[in-house]
């Protein structure tokens, strides 16, 4: 009899990867706070900021594939929160309508990739609450004036800056594989960076 997924309850295919009761767990290096779930933005606490370190991994069935798709999402998950703050605080029109099309690029990717794999993210990874956001922008955005009237570079350059070494990191994943699923994956992930880098070197020249 074929599986269904213990959330949506969707049937899956024999070779699906269902994520759905995947769990890790983190705990705070500075605040030493207890964090359960598939990812969290930036591998950091919501409470202080402080860096996450796992105490407890994944142990279960196909635990290579597990890791690409945890990989993918917390990626993913990253840029996300970015474009969504940086939306949140800018006012410089030009400015928001690049931010807007890739925080909608990064949270169609996201959609596609819980789907797929049957994550199903907490809703506060998505939509945290106020006092997470401020934690998350503290650091996200130290030293940065959104009053400032060069703050619109400073996003573009610190966008490229993430969006680079996300697509080096999918690059050099996908070289540790032989030609197979896991090595496309990661090749995909690239190819849809290098896509947001040119969007943001294009805009950035335009508009600046």
Not at 39 to 59: D, I, K, S, W
């Amino acid at each position: 009899m074929a599986s269904k997924c213990p959330k949506c309850h969707q049937f899956l295919d024999e070779d699906a990867i269902c994520c759905a009761d995947v769990k890790y767990t983190w705990k705070c290096q500075s605040c030493g706070k207890l964090t359960t779930g598939f990812v969290a933005p930036y591998g950091r606490c919501f409470l202080c900021g402080g860096q996450n370190r796992v105490v407890e991994g994944y142990h279960g069935d196909r635990p290579e594939m597990v890791t690409v798709v945890k990989e993918a999402m917390q990626y993913e998950l990253d840029m996300y929160h970015f474009y969504r703050l940086a939306l949140e605080r800018t006012d410089n029109e030009a400015l928001r309508e690049t931010i807007e099309d890739l925080y909608l690029k990064e949270k169609d990717h996201l959609d596609e990739l819980e789907e797929k794999y049957h994550v199903h993210l907490d809703s506060e990874l998505r939509l945290p609450t106020g006092e997470q956001n401020a934690v998350m922008a503290d650091w996200l955005f130290e030293g940065m004036d959104f009053q400032a009237e060069d703050h619109p570079a400073r996003i573009y350059d610190k966008a490229l800056e993430m969006e680079r070494r996300t697509r080096d990191f999918f690059n050099a994943r996908a070289e540790e594989f032989p030609p197979g699923g896991q090595r496309e994956i990661y090749r995909e992930l690239a190819a849809e960076e290098e896509e947001h880098i040119a969007l943001l070197e294009t805009e950035k020249a335009h508009r600046l």
